[in-house]
């Protein structure tokens, strides 16, 4: 069963820096696509940056030139380097995969940024 485990979330000073990580389990392989997306309160789950197997990347607009996405397809990880981190990025982080035509999901880490 393939499962996504989160971590690096926490509470930091606006202007602060955190990195998530996310690591799908089990042998699987060929993951086509990963991301992460993000719920803040009141809002909808938006897509804040992916990556394809080649590592082509996109980025919301808001954090683009903050946040740098990567992976290791060997370990089958996806990290998301978030620096110069704004209030406005408060919200749960969702990690997810594309695998054999299927999205799978992790719990989501929750990250504040206080003013």
């Known amino acids: 069963q393939v499962q996504l485990v989160e971590s690096g979330g926490g509470l930091v000073q606006a202007g602060g820096s955190l990195r998530l990580s996310c690591a799908a389990s089990g042998s699987i392989s060929s993951i086509s696509t990963m991301g992460w997306y993000r719920r803040a309160p009141g809002k909808q789950r938006e897509l804040v940056a992916a990556?394809?197997?080649?590592?082509?990347?996109n980025y919301d607009d808001s954090v683009k030139g903050r946040f740098t996405i990567s992976r290791n397809n060997a370990k089958n990880t996806v990290y998301l380097q978030m620096n110069s981190l704004k209030p406005e990025d408060t919200a749960v982080y969702y990690c997810?995969?594309?695998?054999?035509?299927?999205?799978?999901w992790g719990q989501g880490t929750q990250v504040t940024v206080s003013s």
């Open positions: 990556i394809t197997t080649v590592g082509f990347t």
């Open positions: 997810k995969i594309v695998w054999r035509g299927t999205d799978y």
